[in-house]
């Protein structure tokens, strides 16, 4: 190591002394439309409250136990097109997700379809 790469490195530990260097402990959600695949809990659709790690709280959610992709077959599908069947909880006000380990973005269509499904 030169003598100029030390100085240089020596500058950035200054930069970085106190700096936070980990992520925050929870991030705020903006209430948007999600599908929630957790390791226990199974899949859940909601509206994001917020996440902190692999633990998400949803406002208005409903467990999905099974369900028939409005178009494909997949979750991915289940949230971009939405679903024309299935086995749906009623909505609970608010949910704890502990274990998730995807949270997928839905669109409008979806979301819509989501919300008025029947539920079992």
């Known amino acids: 190591m030169n003598l100029e790469t030390l100085k ?3 500058e950035v530990a200054k930069m970085l002394d ?3 260097t980990t992520a925050p402990n929870s991030v705020s ?3 948007r439309a999600v599908i929630v695949r957790s390791r226990d809990a199974g899949v859940q659709f909601g509206y ?5 790690g692999s633990t998400v709280y949803l406002k208005n959610a409903r467990q999905m136990w099974s369900w028939t ?3 494909g077959g997949t ?3 289940c949230a971009t097109h939405g679903v024309k069947a299935g ?4 909505v609970s006000p608010a949910i704890i997700v502990i274990g998730a380990c995807a949270i997928i973005d839905c669109t409008d269509k979806a979301a819509k379809t989501l919300t008025d499904a029947k539920w079992a």
């Open 75 to 77: 979750l991915l599908d």
């Open 18 to 20: 106190g700096a936070e």
């Open 87 to 90: 086995k749906f909880s009623t």
């Open 29 to 31: 959600g903006d209430g």
């Open 69 to 71: 992709a409005a178009e």
């Open 48 to 52: 994001l409250d917020k996440f902190d």
């Open 8 to 10: 240089t490195a020596i």
